[in-house]
Structure formats: C-alpha cells, structure tokens
T-cell receptor
Framework: ETGVTQTPRHLVMGMTNKKSLKCEQH?????MYWYKQSAKKPLELMFV???????ENNSVPSRFSPECPNSSHLFLHLHTLQPEDSALYLC?????????????FGPGTRLTVL | QQPVQSPQAVILREGEDAVINCSSS?????VHWYRQKHGEAPVFLMI?????EQKGHEKISASFNEKKQQSSLYLTASQLSYSGTYFC?????????????FGQGTILTVHP
C-alpha cells in the first residue's frame, strides 16, 4: 500500500534539534491527520486538516507545529522535544465529508528523542 | 472518551476462532476496524455504520449493536497472517466524517 507515504521512517534527535516529518497522500483525499502512537497506549489524535484548514488541535504542546500547504502534503515540525515525545508518529488521510469516511494510514515515523 | 476493547490479548492456534469487542459509552455513528502488524501501518479492515449492519471480509466479519453501542469483530478459522494488534476506531453520533477515537488495541497471536 503506497497511498500514504511518510519520511523519514526513523529519526533520532536531541532535545535541542529542529526536524520535520513529512507525509504525502496519493489518494485524492481532502482530510489529513497526525497521530501519536506510544507503547501500550491508544492512538492519540494530534491534528486534523480539512481542505488545508486546521480543524482540530488536540491540546498538543507548541513544540509540535503542523503545516498543510495543500491537500496532498502534511508536515509536522519538531523543536525542543522531550524524551517522552519518543513514539511512532502516524499520518492518515480520508476523503472527508462522506458517510463512510475512512482513514488510511501511512507507515509512520519512529521518533527517538535523546 | 475512548472506546474499550476486550480482551486485551488473545492467543490462538491456527484454525481457531476469536471474538474482539469494542464498547463505547457514547452513541456511535460508525465503528472502524484496523489491524496493525509490528512496525507497519494500521490497515483498514471494515466500517460498520449505525443500523446493526454486519459486514464480512473473507473469514473476518463484524457486527454493530446500536442498542449496546458495541461492535464485535469475528475471526474464524484463524491463519498465521491474522496475527497483529486490532484497533477499533469510533465516530460519535451525529458526525459522519472526521475525528475517530481509538481503543487501546487487542493483541492477537496465532501459533501454528
């Protein structure tokens, strides 16, 4: 499945670094999502974009900054992260605004904060 | 409020059956089931809309009991490839699209 791609797949960064995660969807969808997946925890929704507009910010710390330049691309800019931010970050996309709206996930970026 | 899945883990031998439940305290519009293998993306299995519809996907099927706000995923004659973590994602009543809230996952292990 290559409908949703994410880069990089793995990232190790120090607490003072600045890095960005990239997500691209090739499904013609209008909505894109960032999730955080930590060990033994449910998927946590971070941000939702619908037609490039942010429609949800789930009380995410400001050290995470999303950007959605168009409906196909989504970025997550990271700065001054904490070790507890280490997790798998998943991007998803969906058609949006239909009764059977289904989210399709990318493979994720495994982030380690030292 | 996230849905609650049960059991937390299941161990099966090939050919055995399993049921995974997903319960919510909220009125639901839809329930979405996913399977995630280690190191891979969650893969969409099926969606159940309110109305008690039952759906099938080869030997994996699911039901949605609107009165109980509960969905059950049925895996019959399990195969090794069924191993993984199963998540339900729920969408609250009144919203047909957008935010999903996920359960904590059920780890399914199928042995030869």
């Amino acid at each position: 499945e290559t409908g949703v791609t994410q880069t990089p797949r793995h990232l190790v960064m120090g607490m003072t670094n600045k890095k960005s995660l990239k997500c691209e969807q090739h499904l013609g969808h209008n909505a894109m999502y960032w999730y955080k997946q930590s060990a033994k925890k449910p998927l946590e929704l971070m941000f939702v974009y619908n037609f490039k507009e942010q429609t949800e910010n789930n009380s995410v710390p400001s050290r995470f900054s999303p950007e959605c330049p168009n409906s196909s691309h989504l970025f997550l800019h990271l700065h001054t992260l904490q070790p507890e931010d280490s997790a798998l970050y998943l991007c998803a996309s969906s058609q949006g605004q239909i009764s059977t709206d289904t989210q399709y996930f990318g493979p994720g970026t495994r982030l380690t904060v030292l | 409020q996230q849905p609650v899945q049960s059991p937390q883990a299941v161990i099966l031998r090939e050919g055995e059956d399993a049921v995974i439940n997903c319960s919510s305290s909220k009125a639901l519009y839809s329930v979405h089931w996913y399977r995630q293998k280690h190191g891979e993306a969650p893969v969409f299995l099926m969606i159940l809309l309110k109305g008690g519809e039952q759906k099938g996907h080869e030997k994996i099927s699911a039901s949605f009991n609107e009165k109980k706000q509960q969905s059950s995923l049925y895996l019959t004659a399990s195969q090794l490839s069924y191993s993984g973590t199963y998540f339900c994602g729920t969408r609250a009543g009144g919203t047909s699209y957008g935010k999903l809230t996920f359960g904590q996952g059920t780890i399914l292990t199928v042995h030869p």
